[in-house]
């Protein structure tokens, strides 16, 4: 069992920055693969980012790589999110989430935070 909290998110401008963490509690956490997916309103809930267990492998969703990189502290339990040269559209709830394998598929993690709002106003 894995519980996800996540925090960081707010208001920020065009073209700044944030950076959202995501803690877990458990043992377990650096036996699983971890993901960011964000959902804006009246949109379906989309990947944004996934690492491995390891955090030797990293996988972007198109529209943010370049601008955004996610990594972990196996010894914090904590996973990152950093964000920059955010943009209106990023403006969105973001999750993370856990699961056993690095994927871009929400289906495939099993645990799941709280989510935490990003707003981008320009």
């Known amino acids: 069992q894995v519980q996800l909290v996540e925090s960081g998110g707010g208001l920020v401008q065009a073209g700044g920055s944030l950076r959202l963490s995501c803690a877990a509690s458990g043992r377990t956490f650096s036996s699983y693969a971890m993901g960011w997916f964000r959902q804006a309103p009246g949109k379906e809930r989309e990947f944004v980012a996934a690492?491995?267990?390891?955090?030797?492998?990293?996988y972007y969703a198109v529209s943010v790589k370049g601008r955004f990189t996610i990594s972990r502290d196996n010894a914090k339990n904590t996973v990152y999110l950093q964000m920059n040269n955010l943009k209106p559209e990023d403006t969105a709830v973001y999750y993370c989430?856990?699961?056993?394998?690095?994927?871009?598929?929400?289906?495939?993690?099993?645990?799941w935070g709280q989510g935490t709002q990003v707003t981008v106003s320009s």
């Open positions: 690492i491995s267990w390891s955090g030797g492998n990293t």
């Open positions: 989430a856990a699961s056993t394998i690095a994927t871009m598929k929400s289906a495939a993690y099993d645990y």
